[in-house]
Nanobody, 124 residues
Framework: QVQLVESGGGLVQPGGSLRLSCAAS????????MGWFRQAPGKEREFVAA????????YYADSVKGRSTISRDNAKNTVYLQMNSLNPEDTAVYYC?????????????????WGQGTQVTVSS
């Protein structure tokens, strides 16, 4: 079993940056691909970024590519999402997720464990 706890969300002005963190419990964290998804009010949950077990492979949604970076520190059981040049369309609850199957994925239905989410609000 894996428990995920996100942190780092908050209110930020357009053009600003945030770094989200996801702390994971469980000794097998470093074998799991990890992902970030987000859900805005009235919208479906959507893929943001994913990273494989080693950190050597990453995927990004087109909407965040070039201004976001996903990374992980397996020694600390933590995955990060650095987001820059934020705009109001980035406002959402951001969820950290882990997949038992050791293959990176962009499909939310292929992930097994989810955190409670952290709110990101981009507004002036």
């Amino acid at each position: 079993q894996v428990q995920l706890v996100e942190s780092g969300g908050g209110l930020v002005q357009p053009g600003g940056s945030l770094r989200l963190s996801c702390a994971a419990s469980g000794r097998t964290f470093n074998t799991y691909p990890m992902g970030w998804f987000r859900q805005a009010p009235g919208k479906e949950r959507e893929f943001v970024a994913a990273i494989n077990w080693s950190g050597g492979t990453t995927y990004y949604a087109d909407s965040v590519k070039g201004r976001s970076t996903i990374s992980r520190d397996n020694a600390k059981n933590t995955v990060y999402l650095q987001m820059n040049s934020l705009n109001p369309e980035d406002t959402a609850v951001y969820y950290c997720t882990a997949r038992q199957t050791p293959i990176i994925s962009t499909n939310l239905y292929e992930y097994n464990y989810w955190g409670q989410g952290t709110q990101v609000t981009v507004s002036s």
